[in-house]
């Protein structure tokens, strides 16, 4: 018979079992699939591909983004190379709507299981908390929407990180979905456009520039958008400062 006592320990157990199993589950995958999904699988399985996606391309569409998805909540290497994919299979467009919306999916699924596991409690300890942290706490909450829309806009932040801070510093839902969804849109239609040339490249045996992102023709739009994303923050601190 359980106790009153442990009824508490054991729910905050419960809670804390998809986390565990998202962590478990990513690190299999990095150690087992670390040379599987990469950009010579997909070379080497391009013709079949093709064929699976010209014979059944609505569910060939549906497995790919619930694949998608599943490789982002377990945060398993090989997300670019889904979106070559993604890219190469279904063209620039519609291609980026799959991308996008099964890397959602996947950021949802992780956001969730940390916030549910680990994210209300630390952010009900920064609310109650007092000094620096009470007001980093205040801080994020006053400029949500622009914090999520930077760490999406600006590439340099690992995808994983975007998807775990926010469920641990207590955002709401809501703003993390649409800024998720929105704000991964600029890059994924890069990555994109360059999966929907893959087949003049195979043909040349040649590996995209996947670092085309920080080329400054795409990079500085970037930057320029994500400014834009902290402009209102920004006006906000400005007209708080005294004498202003």
Do not use: C
């Amino acid at each position: 018979m359980t106790s009153t006592k442990s009824k508490p320990v054991l729910g905050a157990v419960q809670k804390q079992v998809p986390l565990i199993l998202l962590v478990a589950g990513g690190i299999i995958g990095a150690i087992f699939l670390k040379d599987i999904l990469d950009f010579q699988t997909l070379a080497e399985n391009r013709e079949r591909l093709i064929a699976l996606r010209d014979a059944h391309y609505g569910w060939v569409a549906a497995a790919f983004v619930l694949a998608y998805a599943v490789l982002v909540a377990f945060s398993l290497p090989g997300a670019t190379v889904a979106t070559l994919t993604g890219g190469f299979l279904f063209s620039t467009f519609p291609g980026v709507l799959f991308n996008v919306s099964g890397a959602t999916i996947g950021a949802v699924l992780l956001f969730l299981a940390a916030r549910w596991g680990l994210g209300d409690r630390l952010a009900e300890k920064m609310q109650t908390s007092e000094g620096r942290i009470r007001k980093i706490k205040e801080g994020i909450d006053a400029n949500q929407w622009e914090m999520l829309f930077l760490i999406r806009l600006i590439p340099v932040v690992p995808f994983f990180v975007a998807n775990l801070v926010p469920a641990l510093v207590g955002v709401a839902f809501l703003p993390f979905l649409v800024t998720t969804f929105l704000g991964i849109m600029p890059g994924a239609l890069v990555y994109t456009s360059v999966g929907s040339g893959l087949g003049a490249i195979f043909e040349r045996g040649e590996t995209p520039d996947l670092g085309i992102i920080f080329s400054p023709s795409v990079l500085l739009p970037l930057l320029g958008l994500a400014a834009l994303a902290a402009l209102p923050a920004v006006v906000r601190a400005f007209r708080k400062t005294p004498g202003v």
